[in-house]
């Protein structure tokens, strides 16, 4: 069963210090017996400023192996391609170029990098790309996915800020990149617009997914699942749950919930 619990999902147990990134991949591979892992950059560090030591990231791949587990996501924030000032959107670049690097040790089949942009009290203009912003956006997204094709992974950005919560935008974008390594991570269900089928207009692109504690349990959530095999989803049922509190405990449901929406579908 294609199952992954995004790192994301335990940044509470992180944030107070109880859970660093060896022992997710202990949680993962021993309390819930899953072989694969997703990991999400704040797991390294919480300065997204930051990428971290080859070093380092070569242990965690250690650690990784020595478990007989892969990488089927590497989630990134902080080094997304678009920022309204120039310098910035350099500074940008050479964080996801670092991190791109971080994917490639650690072996990920899937790596999200989000477009950037602000999403604010103006969706209409937040989500309306400038020609200057949208050409470079998919400049990087092309150059990320030829990397990505010499080394093994997809790239692309999640439903996540700015014009990536619209999916006419996210279909423009998609469109023009046009390169069988570029992908996009759907958080289902997640859109500011155009919500009753975004993801059915994203879905010939979606190479990995997160379901959240609505989306879980939604009256439609078999029907998405379904959806998105028939338009050639060969990827893994992402969990991203970030619960308030008892989070090992709500995984354990999530996973299960999850997995009962796959077996009825006998998958």
Known sequence: MKLS???YSFFNTIREGKMDIFGYLETVRYRYGLDKVDFWNGQFSLDFSTVPEESYVQKVREAMDEKGMTLVNYAVDGAHIWDADPEERERLYERALGHLKVAEILGAKTVRIDTGGVFGNNPEFDMNMSDEQFEYIVKRYREFSKRGANNGYMVGPENHIGPSLSPVQMKKIAEAVDHPNYGILLHIGRWKEEADKGDEMVAPWVYHTHFDASTAVAEDAEEKISMLLENGFDGYWGIEYNADKN?????????GTVKRLLVNLKL
């Open 5 to 7: 619990i995004g790192g």
């Open 247 to 255: 989070q090992y405990t709500e995984i354990e449901w999530i996973i």
